[in-house]
């Protein structure tokens, strides 16, 4: 059973950072890409970034300006999203997400923005950044 795991939470002031934190348990053996999403009160879902099993594909939400970076080890099956320059407007539950690379042609290589190319979801990290 696949699982995922966020840590690394919590709330800062505007201009801060933050580092996330995502551990799967579950996909031994499985090429699986990965990405994150956050959600405020009273809005839908949006993706923040995605990453390939490779790391070598890597893709951010225009509206993050840079300000985030998204990375994983894979022999310890985490991925990490280091958060910087802080913005209220940041403020959201985030999610980890993950599926199998295959069987997309380039599984190695592949990660997707839809919210619809993940089955398996972890509970959230709260996320709060106060002006």
């Known amino acids: 059973q696949v699982q995922l795991v966020e840590s690394g939470g919590g709330s800062v002031l505007a201009g801060g950072s933050l580092s996330l934190s995502c551990t799967v348990s579950?996909?031994?053996?499985?090429?699986?890409?990965m990405a994150w999403f956050r959600q405020s009160p009273g809005k839908e879902r949006d993706w923040v970034s995605c990453?390939?099993?490779?790391?070598?594909?890597?893709y951010f939400a225009d509206s993050l300006s840079g300000r985030f970076t998204i990375s994983r080890d894979n022999a310890k099956n985490t991925l990490y999203l280091q958060m910087n320059s802080l913005k209220p407007e940041d403020t959201a539950m985030y999610y980890c997400a993950a599926d199998r690379g295959l069987p997309n042609p380039r599984p190695y290589d592949y990660c997707s923005g839809s919210s619809a190319a993940y089955n398996y979801w972890g509970q959230g990290t709260q996320v709060t950044v106060s002006s």
């Open positions: 579950g996909y031994t053996g499985s090429i699986y890409y």
């Open positions: 990453i390939s099993w490779s790391g070598g594909t890597s």
